[in-house]
């Protein structure tokens, strides 16, 4: 696979270099880490602090700005970031009034974010977490926190971020972003697995004919692998998943998010787009709003998910809170 | 240097033979890497690598007092530096084990037994995971629990280390009958069947460079 790139081992450093580089006025690099801040912090109010491995650009670091997060602590391409990364991050942000985690739920994350936490209580600063668990393929309802996070990141971020900015303490910050994990549920589609930077294979194998429902961002295991259909029949498959499991029903209101993998595109989600706006109108759901992007992405992985964040009054006044970043408006 | 049999390590021996692991590690990087790639993402060799190459620069610019010094200092460089579950995992694996052990400056056998012991409790502790799970403990719980029972024989180190290490292996051989249950590669199920875990390969690579290191310091 074709890469535009340096040495691998510099991949992660010049990616944040690069972001640093365009955006200084509103961001600034943690020293010594993989970690950048949003520079314009209120000290009085509390901190978000986000994170994961590299490779998901936009996420994470795309998602540190106005009304979301105020830092983010990066690892390297696909693995969680060290403690040592997280706590620099942490004491870099504005601290006084408490820290919320928010990540998604992975193993490597869960570990390294845990341990920064008591490195941060340690030093007298405040944390709480919320992990991220929308992805409705990789655990059953029962099990939701032990469900993968993936593009909901986008939702509880937001959420909290907003929570955060119109002065809320850090224990009603983490309920909101709790409440919008828990109300925010996702279903992804792979067509073609992407490759991750130096290396040769890609990061799974797909035949060229198949595709796999539920395929998570790190090419985890689906839910079942079917061959190519259209976009009207993955629309109707997905939502079928979706809206069993979040308990949607005529006359709820709903966000929702079309995120593409990395190469599929704008015309590809649209396309789905209308199938999952005629389907969901049919069903008496009123979509509140829609944002069709490619937020989460797994480098040239092709294939989409769906997002749905179910509204109630509280969660709306966060989502339609204003928010900024050079990849996320509100 | 002692030419005879090796049955004490002092600080600096466990010092020359964390470095030699360390070297170990780095030179197993691809080795690793392709052993990940089958069921992981294939960054386990990059990921020890990067732990070893800073534990092997901490290591050899400070000056230790105490056995304890050296491994904790090793764990918490590898925790600080790698990132991923494993960055946690075998941090924790060298750092831990010293915590509830008083301050040595030389180790026999039942020494190494003790710190090994506290290092798998610790990694099942935090990693929340046992025997079976298809995961580095494979690996590192046969060998300790053979380090134990060999601690009251008359064993050079060298065939106490040659016992956990072929331990070890064995451990790693059983990864490859497991369906994985933790980390990212849980998620492939009855996919993993048929390979063997790289963290477990691993924990085999440490034991079988700490008994290299110590048998080519023998007489």
Known sequence: MKKIMNQEEN???????????????????VDGVNGVIYRHMDPDKVSVITGG?????????????KGLASGAAMGNVFAAPNPDTILEVTKAVENKAGVLYIYGNYAGDVLNFDMASELAEMEDIETRTVKVSDDVASASKENKEERRGIAGDVFVIKA??????AGLSLDEVTRIAAKANENTHSIGVGISPGTSPG????????PDNQIEFGLGIHGEKGIRRAEMMSADDLADEML???LADAALESGDEAVILLNGLGSTTLMELLIVNQKVHKELLAKGITVYDTDVNSYCTTQEMGGFSITILKLDEELKTYYDAPAHSPYYHK | MEKQTMNHLSV?????MLLYVGETITASKDYLGQIDAE???GDHGTGMATGAEAFMKKLRESEFETINDVFKTTGMEMMKSMGGASGIIFGTMFSDGVKQLESKSSIDHTGLADIFRGSLDSVKKRGKADVGDKTMIDALDPAVQTLESDASKEWTLTEVLKHAEEAAWNGVEETKQITAKHGRAKTLGE???GYQDAGATSVWLIFKSMREWVEQHEG
């Open chain 1, 160 to 165: 909290a971020g907003a929570a955060a900015d």
């Open chain 2, 39 to 41: 069921i992981g993402d």
């Open chain 1, 53 to 65: 491995g590299a490779g998901h650009e936009p996420l994470f670091v795309g998602f540190a700005g």
């Open chain 2, 191 to 193: 996919r993993t069947k």
């Open chain 2, 12 to 16: 600096d021996d466990v010092k020359q």
């Open chain 1, 240 to 242: 079928d998943h979706l």
């Open chain 1, 11 to 29: 991949v992660m450093e010049e990616t944040l270099q690069g972001f640093i580089d365009a955006y200084a006025a509103d961001y600034e690099r």
């Open chain 1, 199 to 206: 290396k040769k294979a890609p990061m799974f194998e797909l």
